[in-house]
């Protein structure tokens, strides 16, 4: 019982390259987040999907991009890595609009 | 908007005492309302919820009562133990915008033997 897989666990990326943080989920869940957290802080949106083929923005979208290509698949691309993006990363499903989010260990990106 | 705001932190206390950790929200509509836990280098996981205006939420010894009138979900334990040294955060679900989350900072919990 697997719930929500992220990899990679940990990453230090230098200033410019690009990346794909992986998130996969075995519970036929529909909606589907990217969130990042900064210390001391709150978790922030980055992307979310309702369902294969669709996504749309969060609160914090700029330096990122999401495909939703499978139910179970919602990768997160970082395109030119800026120190900015240092964060740690969660991604979470969720079986419907009013229901709790399970979240993967989350994914700790370093930019140098 | 919708907002989240939570009580600072950190929060210190013995073993055995009373905790309440405070958060009140800003949403339109009525949304669903979460304390989620995070214990150190993992994930976070639910602890309890409240979907309508006076549910009460109880899980592990812990409890949250949704009050509309007040627009706060307040987290309360009797009796702190060490296990329960982590993160809490409060959390609120638009149920009418894909479920999207928005969360307050976190508080942290250290309970002392």
């Known amino acids: 019982n697997a719930g929500v897989t992220q990899t990679p666990k940990f990453r230090i990326l230098k200033i410019g390259q690009s990346m794909t943080l992986q998130c996969t989920q075995d519970?036929?869940?529909?909606?589907m987040y990217w969130y990042r957290q900064d210390p001391g802080m709150g978790l922030k949106l980055i992307y979310y999907?309702?369902?294969?083929?669709?996504?749309d923005k969060g609160e914090v979208p700029n330096g990122y991009n999401v495909s939703r290509s499978t139910t179970e698949d919602f990768p997160l691309r970082l395109e030119l890595a800026a120190p900015s993006q240092t964060s740690v990363y969660f991604c979470?499903?969720?079986?419907?609009?009013?229901?709790?989010?399970?979240f993967g260990e989350g994914s700790r990106l370093t930019v140098l | 908007g919708n907002s989240v705001t939570q009580m600072e932190g950190p929060v210190t206390l013995s073993e055995e005492a009373f905790l309440t950790i405070n958060c009140t929200y800003t949403?339109?509509?009525?949304?669903?309302l979460f304390w989620y836990v995070q214990y150190p280098g993992e994930g976070l996981q639910l602890l309890l919820k409240?979907?309508?205006?006076?549910d009460k939420g109880s899980n592990k010894g812990f409890e949250a009562t949704y009050r509309k009138e007040t627009t706060s979900f307040h987290l309360e334990k009797g009796s702190v133990q060490v296990s329960d040294s982590a993160v809490y955060f409060c959390?609120?679900?638009?149920?009418?915008?894909?479920?999207?989350?928005?969360f307050g900072d976190g508080t942290t919990l250290t309970v002392k033997p």
């Open positions: 979470a499903s969720s079986y419907g609009e009013t229901g709790e989010l399970f």
């Open positions: 519970m036929n869940h529909n909606y």
């Open positions: 999907s309702v369902g294969a083929g669709i996504t």
């Open positions: 949403a339109t509509g009525y949304p669903s």
């Open positions: 409240a979907t309508k205006a006076d």
């Open positions: 959390a609120l679900s638009d149920n009418t915008n894909a479920g999207k989350s928005t």
